[in-house]
């Protein structure tokens, strides 16, 4: 069984850039949710998705957006990056409405300069 | 909106001890409670959870406690041992599947031999 696998590993970038994140789900798992943690925090939600919609959001701007596909990974994207952004983002996949344990990814940790 | 505190933020403990982490949360509809350790250089990893309908569990030297009334719930480690040594999280799931996690800010477990 493979986990959660989140590319690229390490990223940075400059303010104003784009950037995209990805992020394949485990086998089996069809709900996969975004987290930032910055460094000595929790993780905050961003947004889950399910069924490749969006299906709840954190208090987190517009310009943090997503996609899931079809095989249920993942994309997070934030344009216009602010030097805040810089932290380590993590993706958890889950089975829907079920209170089953979301097994997280190692993270991609984003620099914005 | 929903929160999660959690205390204490450090706590050291000699090996065979026990540790006790708290925390309470604000939203009364929550009904899931997990707690992740995590590493250094990894994503958290689900060490035991929690339902509303449940006062406590126990995995072999794991606890968790929850008050519903009081809205707190407390993770206890007995026997500590060194590799118990990490950041531990709390979080409370805010929507009705479970999958949307408000974290507390962790704490720092470190156990010496």
């Known amino acids: 069984e493979t986990g959660v696998t989140q590319s690229p590993t390490h990223l940075i970038k400059t303010r104003g850039q784009q950037v995209t994140l990805r992020c394949s789900s485990q086998s089996g798992h069809n709900t996969v949710s975004w987290y930032q943690q910055a460094l000595g925090q929790g993780p905050q939600f961003i947004f889950q998705?399910?069924?490749?919609?969006?299906?709840g959001r954190g208090n987190f701007p517009p310009r943090f957006s997503g996609l899931q596909f079809p095989n249920y990974s993942s994309e997070l994207n934030v344009n216009a990056l602010e030097l805040d952004d810089s932290a380590l983002y993590l993706c958890a996949s889950s089975v829907w409405d079920s209170y089953n344990e979301q097994f997280f990814g190692p993270g991609t940790r984003l620099t914005v300069l | 909106g929903e929160n999660v505190e959690q205390h204490p933020s450090t706590l050291s403990v000699q090996e065979g001890d026990s540790a006790v982490i708290k925390c309470t949360y604000s939203d009364s509809a929550s009904n899931y409670f997990p707690w992740y350790k995590q590493e250094l250089g990894k994503g958290p990893q689900l060490i035991i959870d929690?339902?509303?309908?449940?006062g406590e569990k126990k995995d072999q030297r794991i606890a968790v406690t929850l008050n519903k009334t009081a809205k707190h719930f407390s993770l206890h480690i007995t026997e500590t041992q060194p590799e118990d040594s990490a950041v531990y999280f709390c979080a409370a799931a805010f929507d009705q599947a479970g999958t949307a996690l408000i974290f507390g800010k962790g704490t720092t477990l470190s156990v010496s031999s």
């Open positions: 998705y399910y069924r490749e919609e969006e299906n």
């Open positions: 929690i339902r509303s309908n449940v």
